[in-house]
């Protein structure tokens, strides 16, 4: 069974700072992973998908990687900022097709102004 | 950019009573998912559907769980008798194809009283 986590819970940094958020899956036959940012009490906002066979993708400050043999992702965001304050979710899919997304329990981002 | 639009926002209902949850998927989409989170946990997988049948459930998704997409843009999760456990944020989620990424609605947010 495919477990996700997230590591840290909770992360608090000055603006301006550059971070990292990592998650890991236990399972390394995945299909692809999406990074997700969700603001309190709203939905889910994609940010990244990186699919089993890349390595990184890149959106703006966000930089996403995939190391699929050793099971881990990270997410970096360059340059942060008070309105990147959120919590940041990795999901990932076993296969294609209508399969399900197993979510690890978030990286809550506070950024200081 | 298209979205997934899920109604109500926020819905409350006494224990026992049914309850009918909608969204509309984005509109060349093929393939349908509804998720919850429970406060302060993570976000889990209910259902998937596709080609007009369900294609995978989870657990949680017992006999007083049901799909349907009643038109050609509607998709909806029934709850039958509600529990005060099944308070949470309930999200649709829609893609392309079993490759793209999802895209998730901004959520219904229901309380059983």
């Known amino acids: 069974k495919q477990e996700v986590t997230q590591i840290p819970a909770a992360l608090s940094v000055p603006e301006g700072e550059n971070l990292v958020l990592n998650c890991s899956f236990t399972?390394?036959?995945?299909?692809?992973l999406q990074w997700f940012r969700q603001d309190p009490g709203k939905g889910l906002t994609s940010l990244l998908l990186i699919q089993s066979s890349q390595r990184e993708q890149t959106s703006g400050r966000l930089n996403a990687s995939l190391d699929k043999s050793s099971g881990r992702s990270t997410l970096y965001i360059a340059a942060s900022q008070p309105g990147d304050s959120a919590t940041y979710l990795c999901?990932?899919?076993?296969?294609?097709?209508?399969?399900?997304?197993?979510f690890g329990q978030g990286t809550r981002l506070t950024i200081n102004p | 950019e298209p979205e997934v639009t899920q109604t109500p926002s926020h819905q409350v209902t006494q224990m026992g009573q049914e309850v009918i949850l909608r969204c509309v998927p984005i509109s060349n989409h093929l393939y349908f998912y509804w998720y919850r989170q429970i406060l302060g946990q993570k976000v889990e997988f209910l259902v998937s559907f596709y080609n007009n049948e369900i294609s995978e459930k989870s657990e949680i998704f017992d006999d007083q769980f049901s799909v349907e997409r009643p038109d050609g843009s509607n998709f909806t999760l029934k709850i039958r008798s509600t529990k005060l456990e099944d308070s949470a944020m309930y999200f649709c989620a829609s893609s392309a194809t079993g490759a793209h990424g999802y895209t998730f609605g901004s959520g219904t947010r229901l309380t059983v009283v």
């Open positions: 399972d390394s036959a995945i299909y692809n």
């Open positions: 999901a990932v899919r076993r296969d294609q097709g209508a399969q399900k997304l197993v």
